[in-house]
């Protein structure tokens, strides 16, 4: 299948900058759409951005002008630039993609994967 490993996380105050990336990995994989969600405490996960695999992108209206999504198809990964973080910034960030991997020789199957989170803190 595909596994999806985050980093960059951690605890900044606000009005720092954080960049998170996520690397996918597995056999033959290929990867459409790419994306960050998030969930902060006693909320829903909410999507944070997403960016198509032309490069096309989509944003919260909340990160708007904060944030850049970006990804890099020879190495499989997808960022996030976070810049003037907000303590209501405070989430798991989660990452999402939307791959076609191999099964066999001759087959592949699409999969919608999640990563693990990575957790970011925004102290006032």
């Known amino acids: 299948q595909v596994q999806l490993v985050e980093s960059g996380g951690g605890l900044v105050q606000a009005g720092g900058s954080l960049r998170l990336s996520c690397a996918a990995s597995?056999?033959?994989?290929?990867?459409?759409?790419m994306g960050w969600y998030r969930q902060g405490p006693g909320k829903q996960r909410e999507l944070v951005a997403t960016?198509?695999?032309?490069?096309?992108?989509n944003y919260a209206d909340s990160v708007k002008g904060r944030f850049a999504i970006s990804r890099d198809n020879a190495k499989k990964t997808v960022y996030l630039q976070m810049n003037t973080l907000k303590p209501e910034d405070t989430a798991v960030y989660y990452c999402?993609?939307?791959?076609?991997?191999?099964?066999?020789?001759?087959?592949?199957?699409?999969?919608?994967?999640w990563g693990q989170g990575t957790q970011v803190t925004v102290s006032s």
């Open positions: 960016i198509t695999n032309g490069g096309r992108t």
């Open positions: 597995g056999t033959d994989v290929r990867l459409n759409g």
């Open positions: 999402n993609a939307d791959a076609i991997y191999a099964v066999s020789d001759r087959s592949s199957r699409r999969g919608d994967f």
